[in-house]
């Protein structure tokens, strides 16, 4: 697999992971006279409860990829046609 390759699929599993431990950050949390403290009792979830969070971080960052993607007007990677960047800084298609 190419090197950068590698560093994209890190980077989104770091992503991944870090938005779950924000999420999970407010799941332990309790409100106590207005006050947010972190709960005394063990926190338990099930493999399956954690895969399902993460599945929906991960669908969410592939959302926000796509549209992204499209809104930029650029085509994805091994999409059709190519694209460069004109002195503007704009992307025009390449004949």
Do not use: H, K
């Amino acid at each position: 697999m190419p090197l950068l390759s590698n560093e994209i699929l890190l980077m989104t599993l770091g992503l991944v992971m870090a938005l779950y431990v924000i999420v999970l950050g407010f799941w332990v949390q309790a409100r106590a006279a207005g006050r947010r403290l972190l709960r005394d009792d063990a926190l338990v979830a099930s493999r399956a409860g954690m895969a399902l969070r993460l599945a929906w971080i991960a669908a969410a960052l592939v959302l926000l990829f796509a549209v992204r993607t499209s809104a930029s007007g650029r085509a994805p990677a091994g999409g059709t046609g190519s694209w460069a960047a004109s002195s503007s800084g704009s992307t025009v298609p390449c004949s």
